[in-house]
């Protein structure tokens, strides 16, 4: 029961932290402003882990390198973590197991990246139905408009109907579900075999 527990608690808040931190690489890198509060608010919760580490993790080419190599390493922990408590042998020594390690990592990465693009298609949508001149628009366009563009060129509006957003969510969804679950298991049978 404390195994569970511990995993839940692990798991839930290490991937929001990993959330905040891609989001603040992705806004910054969409050229969004923080003015908005959901900037602020990522801001607030990702600066005391971000800025200490700056120093030692310059932008690279005008990206914040440094969020996005926090939000590895925080993925990296949160799996050697849950590893460490499970009733699994893991040799956390062995090269294999540091490998499979590092790729479990950047597939969560991959993944949470995912969750944030299909969420922010949603509330793209939302609020285009439902409050169309919110200012949490400008923020979510800059977010999924390099996405939906090339499947706009692709599928122009039909009726006047802009479907590009349920094709990009069809499509994050095969690869969530199809691509990324098909690594994972490839992932956890080779540290079966190193462990």
């Known amino acids: 029961m404390l195994t569970g527990i511990l995993d839940f608690l692990i798991r839930n808040l290490l991937e929001f932290l ?3 931190l891609l989001a603040r690489f992705y806004l910054q890198a969409a050229q969004v402003s923080f003015r908005h509060p959901l900037g602020q ?20 080419k005008g990206y ?5 190599v926090m939000a590895w390493v ?39 990246s995912l969750y944030l693009l299909f969420a922010a ?34 599928i122009p509006p039909i009726g006047g109907i802009d479907i590009s957003p349920m094709v990009l969510i069809l499509l994050i969804q095969l690869i969530l579900n199809v691509v ?5 298991v490839i992932i956890l049978q080779g540290v079966q075999i190193i462990g």
């Not at 580490?53 to 932008?59: A, E, H, N, S, Y």
């Open 41 to 60: 608010f990522v801001l607030a919760l990702t600066n005391w882990l971000v800025l200490p580490v700056r120093k030692l993790i310059p932008p690279f």
């Open 74 to 112: 925080t993925a990296l922990v949160m799996h050697a973590l849950l590893l460490a408590i499970t009733p699994w042998p893991f040799d956390f020594s062995a090269a294999g197991s540091l490998i499979a390690l590092g790729l479990t990592a950047t597939l969560e990465l991959i993944k949470m």
């Open 18 to 20: 990993i959330l905040l």
């Open 64 to 68: 914040d390198s440094t969020s996005l």
């Open 121 to 154: 298609v949603i509330g793209q949508v939302l609020m285009s139905w439902l409050s169309p001149y919110n200012p949490l628009m400008p923020t979510l366009t800059g977010l999924t408009a390099p996405f939906l563009r090339p499947i706009q060129k692709i």
């Open 180 to 184: 990324i679950a098909q690594l994972e």
